[in-house]
């Protein structure tokens, strides 16, 4: 896996790719003289190697959509089903209507990770869109409990029907967990939900942190990494990193440090 490339890197990608295809195209067709069959090998080689390096720098969408979905970066299927799309999306990319090939491949690896989730649990597409989006909303506030009234006003649907849209959630997360239990033993266990942590956990944690409470909680539990975090917020891994590590000091000096470090040893 490689790092993300930029618009100037994926630009310069994308000739390559477009030049190796059209090799490929004419190294079918025959009827070619030696010299002009050894070019296009060149021209089909170094396509082939610019397609690698695009697929390997957009693999960490892969794990973002994944975990995005409260699921940990090793759940077979799930992996499997990103990497489907990122494939499927190199496949179907056209390079000259200048599209960004990251936020083609995004489309087609959601797309495919959310059909994995839907089949797993056995829900409707609409059922499964509807779940997508109730977990966007519990995501915007780590912190608030959400009623059922304000869910089924965000989602604009009836109390019942919002009702059913976190039951259907609540049986998502039980599930991916189970498994992960199944075939990652003890380790594979999930991160507290922060609906069900201590109040004065929340509160000394909000306090401390202000607005950076979801990043430092998501940090601490493992669920996305500095660079995820980072991505959703617009800033650098370095100044997320800083960030966070200003917190975790905020966190060990203040005075209920203790009682703090024991409840996250005892998660």
Same mark, same amino acid.
């Given at each position: 896996?490689?790092?993300?490339? $930029?618009?100037?890197?994926?630009?310069?990608?994308?000739?390559?790719?477009?030049?190796?295809?059209?090799? $490929?195209?004419?190294?079918?067709?025959?009827?070619?003289?030696?010299? $002009?069959?050894?070019?296009?090998?060149?021209?089909?080689?170094?396509?082939?190697?610019?397609?690698?390096?695009?697929?390997?720098?957009?693999?960490?969408?892969?794990?973002?959509?994944?975990?995005?979905?409260?699921?940990?970066?090793?759940?077979?299927?799930?992996?499997?089903?990103?990497?489907?799309?990122?494939?499927?999306?190199?496949?179907?990319?056209?390079?000259?209507?200048?599209?960004?090939?990251?936020?083609?491949?995004?489309?087609?690896?959601?797309?495919?990770?959310?059909?994995?989730?839907?089949?797993?649990?056995?829900?409707?597409?609409?059922?499964?869109?509807?779940?997508?989006?109730?977990?966007?909303?519990?995501?915007?506030?780590?912190?608030?409990?959400?009623? $059922?009234?304000?869910? @089924?006003?965000?989602?604009?649907?009836?109390?019942?029907?919002?009702?059913?849209?976190?039951?259907?959630?609540?049986?998502?997360?039980?599930?991916?967990?189970?498994?992960?239990?199944?075939?990652?033993?003890?380790?594979?266990?999930?991160?507290?939900?922060?609906?069900?942590?201590?109040?004065?956990?929340?509160?000394?944690?909000?306090?401390?942190?202000?607005?950076?409470?979801?990043?430092?909680?998501?940090?601490?539990?493992?669920?996305? &990494?500095?660079?995820?975090? @980072?991505?959703?917020?617009?800033?650098?891994?370095?100044?997320? &990193?800083?960030?966070?590590?200003?917190?975790?000091?905020?966190?060990?000096? &203040?005075?209920?440090?203790?009682?703090?470090?024991?409840?996250?040893?005892?998660?």
């Amino acid at each position: 896996m490689l790092a993300p490339l $930029t618009l100037d890197q994926e630009r310069e990608l994308l000739p390559v790719i477009t030049r190796g295809r059209e090799a $490929t195209r004419r190294l079918e067709g025959g009827d070619l003289d030696a010299s $002009t069959r050894r070019a296009l090998r060149r021209e089909r080689e170094e396509g082939q190697r610019a397609e690698s390096t695009l697929l390997r720098a957009t693999c960490g969408l892969v794990r973002l959509r994944v975990t995005e979905r409260g699921y940990r970066f090793g759940n077979e299927e799930l992996e499997a089903a990103g990497v489907e799309g990122l494939v499927n999306a190199l496949h179907r990319f056209d390079p000259e209507k200048g599209n960004r090939f990251s936020t083609y491949a995004n489309y087609w690896i959601t797309k495919l990770v959310n059909q994995a989730i839907r089949q797993q649990v056995g829900l409707s597409e609409a059922e499964m869109e509807r779940v997508l989006a109730l977990q966007k909303l519990l995501r915007s506030d780590l912190a608030k409990r959400f009623s $059922t009234r304000e869910i @089924a006003a965000a989602l604009g649907v009836s109390t019942a029907s919002a009702r059913e849209v976190v039951q259907m959630n609540h049986e998502i997360i039980n599930r991916r967990f189970e498994t992960a239990d199944l075939d990652r033993g003890l380790e594979a266990r999930p991160a507290p939900d922060v609906h069900e942590a201590p109040t004065w956990v929340i509160e000394e944690l909000r306090r401390l942190c202000g607005d950076d409470f979801d990043a430092f909680w998501q940090y601490a539990f493992h669920t996305m &990494s500095i660079a995820e975090i @980072a991505r959703t917020r617009g800033i650098s891994r370095q100044a997320m &990193s800083k960030r966070l590590e200003k917190w975790r000091r905020v966190v060990r000096e &203040s005075p209920e440090a203790a009682r703090l470090r024991e409840w996250f040893d005892q998660q």
